[in-house]
């Protein structure tokens, strides 16, 4: 038996935040995957930070932010309503 047989392995319950022991975790979990769509629209409708801005009307370190999944500041609704306003792009 080697060292990696000696590794506990625990399965995970799905959400990273409960594994990890994060407050909130189903929050944090629903702001991720709501991020995660929000970057994918960005890119997919190829805006920049600037024009993502502008369609948000929120100032361009808070794009940043969510370019980089810095959620904690940002409530549910606000990035549904984030959301919301760049699925209207065309």
């Known amino acids: ?3 990696i047989d ?3 392995i625990t399965e995970s319950s799905g959400n990273v935040f409960k594994d990890l ?3 909130n975790p189903e929050e944090r979990l629903v702001k991720a995957r709501i991020t995660q769509k929000i970057n994918s629209v960005i890119k997919k409708k190829r805006l ?3 024009k993502v801005s502008k369609i948000l009307g929120t100032p361009p370190f808070e794009i940043s932010l ?3 999944g810095i959620v ?3 409530s549910l609704e606000k990035l549904l309503i984030f959301l919301k306003k760049l699925k209207k792009v065309e």
């Open 72 to 74: 904690a500041e940002f």
């Open 21 to 23: 022991g994060s407050s």
């Open 6 to 8: 000696k590794i506990p």
């Open 66 to 68: 969510l370019n980089k």
């Open 1 to 3: 038996m080697n060292y």
């Open 48 to 50: 920049n930070q600037i």
